[in-house]
């Protein structure tokens, strides 16, 4: 191999003026962290309520979470943020539509709100898996003691259910912020972006890439030891992960 | 609004889009698929060899490729794989891989991370006494893979190992960060060469939508056909 190995690169200064090529690393895997984060909450707050509405007795909730599922899960998370991104601002009322386009970090929103949908599908999958691996009884139990649906289940079936899908929802979190590099193609700033500026900038294509890839594995085991610990602390004794 | 749109821009540009987009897209779900599940096969039975080493070359392998983002390892491949087939071809300068041997090696070393997962619980599936019935009629380690445990692996597993297909299917798009022909690339390029943004990707997104629909419907009829033999 006749690569030339530069791994001084990080601490030289960067053309884009604002320090060194590890501060623009750095500025990016904040912005993956925070785009993460906010698709996050979207992701877990939309895909709960379609995940719930999958396992409600009402035809019409149920046809509408079928179908919620299956709009955000049968089209690339990359065709979504450009519908998001190109399409929806001319679809609207023009002065809405100029508003869009004008708005400062329209990428980040466009990222954080398009790959939280695309996520939630996936979440409401997990939730309505989660809530249907429940016995029977146990929704039959809590509408006999007199709760109403809501009631049941604010304070029976979703307690236990997310703690079921912890698991599954720590995998789908790691996905989430996985997917947060696709928003590079409409322009947002993140690690996987900077990564590749850096490469154009220096020509060291494989120390920024090695360097991005270690700050990924990093978030991973991050956020897998965190989960962990709130599985533990969650956890009911003598109950499915409990002790 | 939709009077300012030319809808006709997506029947003018079909040949381009199917015969030379799509062709590239199926042809990279197609061979990633096939190639990734015979190497994501191989990795899980290195995984459960009870060869420590191998089962953690096996590990190690299948968590890097899923801790990364495929945007990431699809630029990686992208610029390493030159390097790699001058090294292997002893040449003096890294070669030049074209666009669809790039991002096929791509897929098929990204996605046989997830198919690996997907054959190793496959495998796992099959009760013990089986293999040790295998190996106690005299058949070796690969005789009892080839006839016995495999077969039922992927049986028990096809629909879980299509589902995983049809997100190739979708992943393939990202090829796009590449500037590559394919499905939505031809839409991208039509879009920016005649202005006509939202005209070509609502009927990009409708393209995908359909044929994954029909095709998740399609794994759920056979699950269900499945479900009812077993």
Redesign the interface.
Known sequence: MNYHWNWHIFFEPSPNGTGTYLDMLLSGLMVTIVTSLAAWVIALATGAIVGVMRTLPSKVANFFGFCYVEFFRNMPLLVQLFLWFFVLPELLPHAWGLWLKQLPNAPFYTAAIGTGLFMSARVAEQTRAGINSLPRGQKMAATALGLRTAQVYRYVLLPISFRIILPPLTSEFLSTIKNTSVALTIGLIELTAEARAMQEFSFQVFEAFTAATVLYLLINIVVVIAMHFVERRVAIPGYISGK | ?IANFDFDVIRRSLGYLFLDGMTFTLMLTGLATFGGIIWGTLIAMMRLSGVWVLSRIAQLYVD?MR??????VI??FY??VP?IG??LTGAS?PIRVGAFESSLLTFTLFEAAYYAEIMRAGIQSISKGQPAAASALGLTYWQTMRYVVLPQAFRNMLPVLLTQTIVLF??T??V??LSITDF?GAA?KVAQRDGR??EM??F??LV??VI??IA?FGVRRLQARIAIVR
């Open positions: 609004m890097l801790s990364l983002p495929l945007v990431l630029f990686w610029f390493l390097y001058q090294w300068r979708q992943d798009s990202l796009y960060v939505l991208s943004l939202v990707y609502l990009a997104a995908y939508f994954s629909s998740s």
